[in-house]
């Protein structure tokens, strides 16, 4: 489920962990990322600022499903994220990932998906498009298509 809403959502790992039951606004498909407590300390979106983002259908009806399955109002725990996403990365044989890797691979979906940076930006929480780009790296696969176009519209 962690994965599964960063790579959906774009959001921090410490906004993540900090989610409560309450945060989701299954009416208005949105997760409120606020002022939460994670490992003891205030975290608060990285810019300090209140933040709404978005959700899919689908993700939603997984955090339906996610949400009955849990006893007190917290999503996660540090050690179910160790467990869980840190395990999942060891088991696939997979190395040199970090959590935040799954933030660049939403902003890169998004963009070769044909989202401009302004949304792309405004999904993620920066405050610049500088920082977004920084973040939307293209596939080999992505840039030959755009030369492949090129050529169908230059001689």
Same mark, same amino acid.
């Given at each position: 489920m962690i994965v599964l809403i960063a790579l959906n959502t774009g959001m921090r790992k410490? /906004?993540?962990l900090g989610l409560k039951k309450g945060d989701i606004d299954l009416q208005n498909? !949105? !997760?409120t990322v606020s002022e939460s407590k994670v490992r003891g300390q205030r975290e608060t979106t990285k810019s300090g600022k209140r933040r709404d983002v978005p959700i899919s259908e689908s993700l939603k009806n997984e955090l339906v499903d996610y949400m009955d =399955?849990? /006893?007190g109002d917290e999503f996660f725990t540090v050690n179910e994220f160790k467990r869980s996403f840190l395990g999942a990365v060891r088991r696939a044989g997979i190395?040199?990932?970090t959590f935040h890797d799954l933030r660049h =691979?939403?902003?890169?979906y998004l963009v070769m998906g044909g989202i401009d940076l302004a949304t792309v930006k405004e999904l993620m929480g920066h405050a610049t498009i500088q920082m977004t780009m920084r973040y939307a790296h293209l596939s080999a696969d992505h840039r030959k298509r755009a030369l492949e176009i090129i050529q169908q519209i230059a001689p």
């Open positions: 410490s /906004e993540i498909n !949105i !997760i =399955t849990l /006893e190395s040199d990932f =691979t939403f902003a890169s």
